[in-house]
């Protein structure tokens, strides 16, 4: 194997792909359906191409190279990440994934030839949730979660139409194979971390054991606004006040639950929000996450407890969730094969959850699934400073490639 | 004396001038120096002729209606208040202390004939800084306030010339006479409470002592925007949490300073804004008023505490004064003279502090000076919904009257 040839060529290939819907500062935006992600999925199936294996798309925008197994019967092993990003996001945030799984399966077929089960590397189209309102567009599709859900009134926040940005690429029309797979065997993505767990341990490799569930909430608090200069304290219906205890409350409580536990207060609005007026409305955002239900479900009977003592006659507070994703386990078949590559490899790595939303976890809800990290530089991501040392990125696709080998050649 | 019929006059007079600049939903919006403002203006300079006094501008705006003393070298009793408003605020603002003066003053001169001392009866141009970066720019003017001020780039929100705006009306060119005043004796501000102190003791005038002093702060918390799910408690520079407890601190100290002291966290604004990633900076107004210098600084110092205690490696906190308005004090003798009046007419009344600005605040720091108010139901003002019934209008005339009676005429 000649290590120096590849990791060169993986670099290239993310250098260059970024430099499709390249921004001002280095970073890279590509959303969904727009001219530059259209291009990165084309230059995406080129290489698939160049490097032996048969590419296509499927009718939302996936791209896919397949390599054919010799047992055609036997389901189909997946592996690869996404291609689109954040506004201004960074390089290796799912570019680096289908990169990797690119390169481990076509250095498998040059090393080892045909595999039993067909391999098929995916760059889906979309995982972000960027542009519109939607996230896990493509690995939700290859699922069926979205089954039975109307996108006619979908629009990104220029009121462009979901559907005609579909159409006006070609997708959406039936031109391509359905997105729903029913032959799949198992999962298989690399990415970067995007904290910075690994870095800060000086570890190599992340084998995930669960991705978190995460719950989000809007709070509103309602008091009266009026005069800062004419309304004695005790007369007030201060909505700061009360939004600060509870804010500060809740920030506190993320504090105490375990290691593993996060709780984020995002985003505030306060109404009217001028100096000299008594605001009559706070609302906020809270996230929170955790690999473990029972233990989301313990914060959040702590909010609602929170919120009773807080809620008086002079002001209200309402507490709306919008979003409730359940934590999902990674296959500990597949963690095995991970770990016991690490150990061999005398690699420094550690079990981990991962705090972010990945296509694992839509793929893992229906069929083994495994994820791998590699460190995130500082942590930073989604932004034009994410990087990862170009060591470390060799590190992840030897190890995706030793796990694609026992998935798919043994 | 016909009450009845004074009474109607004022209430109409109050009406027909909140035509001027009427809103879609029955408020007011007079901005200085705009055709609204203009109109108004006009207005009450001809409502001043028809009632017998004077009346003319000086080169800012401000309309006097004039009643020449027999004493010529006696200084001047000055009496009103401002025409401009906030946007869309209410009828009552201002409005009425300069029409009860003009009520006042008619009535005095047709039951005791022309006065000792000269009665100024002022419509100040402008009070609220509501349009332009300036407030009391007519009551600044009359006292030297302004004195030394370049005003060559004051915009309003639009852009426009402070200047172009002045001089599109005709004022600021020296064609009317200049403003500065020295030859005033007292000032006599009549006005509605704007707060809820008198309705909630069912008292009918407020006698005000002092006029409170007010600092207004800007606090920035810095920490560090990250990934809300990729970066552990532990690890966070989380400027919410910060800004959080310090807000709280804040309002919880102005409740525990004594009952006439107010703070008011109003205004936060939050980067980068959004659910998923911890806030990195979060800006917020402080704005504390007290009657007393002294409380002010007790304060002022446990501010700097809090900010010393939540200051730490991982979150900056800085803060900037950018306001502060001393204390001043009303005249004692003329507090004397209201009190007075009050107890013979078996008034409800009480002395009071101002929590609001107002131009006897101005005028205080110059010459003896009187603020009365009367009721605002349910506190409520800059609003459509201002009120103040008519009988408490009523009341607030009468003891104007009475008050330039004992300064004008004795």
């Known amino acids: ?159 462009k139409s979901f559907l005609d940005a579909m159409h006006g690429k070609g997708f959406g029309l039936g031109h391509f194979q359905e997105p729903l797979r029913q032959d799949l065997a198992c999962f298989v993505e690399l990415h970067i971390e995007q904290g910075a767990i690994l870095e800060d341990a000086g570890e190599s490799l992340g084998i995930v054991k669960s991705i978190v569930g995460q719950r989000r909430f809007i709070f509103t608090v309602t008091g009266e606004s009026n005069h800062a200069g004419t309304t004695p304290m005790n007369k007030r219906k201060d909505a700061m006040n009360i939004a600060s205890q509870l804010v500060h409350k809740l920030i506190q409580t993320g504090h105490e639950m375990d290691e593993h536990f996060v709780a984020t207060v995002g985003q505030m609005t306060v109404t009217p929000n001028t100096p000299n007026v008594i605001p009559g409305k706070v609302t906020f955002t809270l996230d929170i996450r955790h690999h473990r239900s029972a233990t989301l479900d313990v914060y959040h009977k702590q909010l609602n407890t929170f919120v009773d003592e807080l809620s008086g006659s002079d002001v209200a507070i309402s507490v709306q969730q919008y979003s409730d994703v359940i934590p999902v386990d990674m296959e500990e078949s597949l963690q095995a094969i991970a770990h016991d590559y690490a150990q061999h490899q005398q690699l420094s790595y550690r079990y981990m959850y991962s705090g972010a939303g990945h296509d694992a976890q839509i793929l893992g809800a229906k069929v083994p699934t495994c994820l791998l990290f590699v460190p995130s530089v500082k942590g930073i991501s989604h932004s034009p400073y994410e990087f990862t040392n170009e060591n470390d990125l060799h590190v992840g696709v030897k190890a995706l490639k030793h796990i694609i080998y026992q998935l798919a050649y043994n």
Chains 1, 2 share one sequence.
């Not at 289908?98 to 045909?114: D, F, P, R």
Request: proline letters at 3%; aromatic letters at 10%; glycine letters at 14%.
């Open 1 to 159: 194997m000649d290590t120096g040839q590849l990791t060169v060529s993986l670099t290239t290939m993310i250098e260059d792909l970024a430099k499709i819907g390249q921004t001002d500062d280095g970073g890279v935006t590509r959303l969904l359906y727009t001219d530059e992600w259209f291009q990165a999925q084309q230059t995406i199936k080129n290489w698939f191409g160049e490097r032996g294996l048969t590419p296509f798309f499927d009718d939302i925008g996936n791209v896919y190279g397949r390599v054919e197994g010799t047992n055609k019967e036997e389901p189909v092993v997946l592996t690869g990440s996404h291609i689109d990003t954040v506004v201004n996001g960074g390089k290796y945030d799912g570019a680096y994934g289908v990169l990797a799984s690119l390169v481990a399966v076509s250095e498998l077929v040059k090393e080892h030839g045909q595999p039993k089960r067909t391999i098929d590397v995916i760059s889906f189209c979309e995982e972000e949730g960027s542009r519109f309102p939607l996230n896990f567009w493509g690995s939700g599709k290859l699922t069926g979660i979205h089954e039975g859900k109307d996108y006619h009134n979908v629009q990104d926040i220029e009121g």
